[in-house]
């Protein structure tokens, strides 16, 4: 476990936010569409990197820069913030008539809300001297809510993508159903490693 927040990393993952979301427009997403995609793009890169650790540990020690097993905590925060962004978005859509909107807010978009509240908790225990003070064991448990985030956020995208007039309407919003679906499937299939490795280290220790 890496507990530092490298800086070049932030950059890195900030330049590519920029990129995507400019790539994004470009190819005729909307606004208020693209910025959330980036999001979404940011938590699914973040939710996969822990089974793929699992999956190909040999890769750990050959890719380059600590590719991508030192960079969830950079990953994972920038998608706070360009939640964060995309909330603001929204208020401006509003008319920044906050209350108003938060009052006539449908379960879809609460769900978003406790997501977004809890990745911020988890955004907070990102670095490095906040891990050393509430123990590694207390972080790990703290963390292991980001799959929830994912799923809550996952339930506001799908409703979006899926349940409104004239949705799915392009690409974009299968891609979500596609980056979920791939989540599910590398989360299996870690839980399978991880079993079989159980499984023979207890064969094992019946041989010996």
């Known amino acids: 476990m890496d507990i530092r927040n490298n800086f070049a990393y932030h950059l890195i993952v900030a330049l590519g936010s920029f990129g995507l979301f400019f790539a994004l427009r470009l190819s005729g997403i909307e606004s208020h569409r693209a910025l959330p995609a980036v999001a979404f793009t940011l938590l699914f890169l973040t939710l996969a990197i822990g089974p793929l650790m699992r999956l190909w540990k040999p890769a750990v020690n050959v890719l380059p820069w600590n590719l991508p097993w030192s960079w969830r905590g950079e990953l994972g925060i920038w998608f706070a913030i360009v939640s964060i962004a995309h909330m603001l978005l929204v208020f ?33 225990t990102s670095f490095g001297s906040v891990i050393k003070f509430i123990g590694v064991s207390s972080w790990r448990w703290l963390h292991s809510f980001a799959y929830v985030v994912f799923y809550l956020v996952g339930i506001h995208v799908l409703n979006h993508a899926f349940f409104r007039p004239g949705r799915p309407s392009d690409w974009l919003d299968w891609s979500y159903l596609v980056m979920m679906l791939t ?3 590398l989360q299996l299939a870690a839980f399978l490693i991880t079993v079989k490795e159980y499984r023979k280290s207890l064969a094992k220790k019946d041989g010996d």
């Open 183 to 185: 989540i599910v499937c």
């Open 92 to 124: 401006k859509g509003a008319q920044w008539d906050v209350f108003e909107y938060l009052s006539a807010m449908r379960v879809g978009n609460l769900v978003a809300f406790i997501a977004l509240f809890w990745a911020l908790i988890l955004t907070a």
